[in-house]
């Protein structure tokens, strides 16, 4: 039987390891190209030893946001192209802030495998990621690799092209009550006729205020106005505004998931939680440059 072509995007954080591990995974076969429109740089590579298995090395980014470059081509390739799979590299020194990302990516209905790199550093450090726990609690499988020293790489690309011919989806994160409401609200109203498995993540996004995604989907004004009230809801009980909510939860979850998996040896004298709450204080300073 001849099988279908599997695409799998590479995506995670800049610096994460993303080219090194495209460079091992395709060898000499790639070429770059550009994406239309923007000076990002974009390559594909067939994965070693596969058939009809291409591999695309992705611009860097910290969240699925519509504000850069990186972010519009990451985003764009994700929601137009759907890929068949995502290998979301995760820089294992750097967990919460590359986990964040990862709570983006398991909502947009497109079969995720975590390739945690970095793991030669983790291990010198003596540090201690509990895999098995970690990936059940996010419901997505998770290969530990080095891409540097070419340790679980064959694997992980294995395992996300088993998963991206499944083509299941991973359960997306929960978020609290009030805020679950209102997108289940949402999604009654607005998303019905998106594909099923992206439904959770334009939800998401209405939530949000996203004025691309808005547009996008000539959502009838009435109803925008009547999701208003909504959101403006769940504001007033969390008392702050609905972006900001959302990445509240999305790091309230990461914190507590790493909490029961991750055993750093050198704390830096605070605990895994302060460390995130000052995350969560300083998010502002995370927020996109308009310029
Ligand atoms: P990208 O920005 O995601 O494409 O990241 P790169 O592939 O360019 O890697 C960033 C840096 O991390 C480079 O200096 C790599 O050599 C290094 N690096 C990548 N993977 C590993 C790894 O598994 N272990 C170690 N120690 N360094 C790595
Ligand atoms: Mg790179």
Redesign the pocket.
């Known amino acids: 039987m001849e099988s279908k072509l599997i695409r799998i995007a590479m995506i995670?954080?800049?610096?994460?390891?993303?080219?090194?591990?495209?460079?091992q995974l395709t060898g000499s076969n790639q070429h770059v190209g550009n994406f239309p429109g923007v000076t990002v740089d974009q390559k594909i590579g067939e994965v070693r030893g596969e058939k009809n298995c291409s591999v695309v090395?992705l611009p860097?980014i910290y969240s699925i946001r519509p504000y850069t470059a990186e972010e519009i081509v990451t985003r764009d390739f994700i929601l137009n192209e759907k890929p068949d799979g995502i290998i979301n590299?995760v820089d294992a020194t750097n967990i919460e802030r590359n986990l964040y990302l990862t709570t983006q990516l398991i909502e947009i209905g497109v079969p995720v495998v975590i390739a945690i790199?970095?793991?030669?550093?983790v291990r010198k450090n003596g540090d201690e990621i509990d895999i098995e726990l970690l990936s059940k609690e996010l419901g997505c499988p998770i290969v530990e690799?080095?891409?540097?020293?070419n340790?679980g790489i064959e694997l992980a690309a294995t395992i996300a092209i088993e998963k991206a011919r499944e083509g299941k989806a991973v359960p997306p994160v929960l978020f609290s009550g009030a805020v679950e409401h209102a997108l289940g609200h949402i999604e009654e109203v607005t998303v019905h006729n998106m594909p099923e498995d992206q439904q959770r993540w334009y939800a998401v996004k209405i939530f949000e205020r996203d004025k691309r995604v808005i547009e996008k989907l000539h959502t009838d004004k009435d109803i925008i106005s009547h999701i208003e009230k909504d959101i403006v809801h769940v504001e007033e009980e969390f008392d702050d505004d609905s972006e900001a909510i959302i990445i509240n939860e999305r790091y309230g979850y990461v914190a507590r998931v790493l909490d029961g998996c991750y055993d750093k040896k050198n704390k830096n004298g605070l605990t895994l939680s302060d460390r995130i709450d000052k995350i969560v204080t300083n998010r502002f300073l995370a927020l996109p440059i308009f310029a």
């Open positions: 995670g954080n800049p610096n994460c390891g993303k080219t090194t591990l495209f460079n090395d860097g590299i790199n970095m793991m030669d550093i690799i080095s891409a540097l020293k340790d």
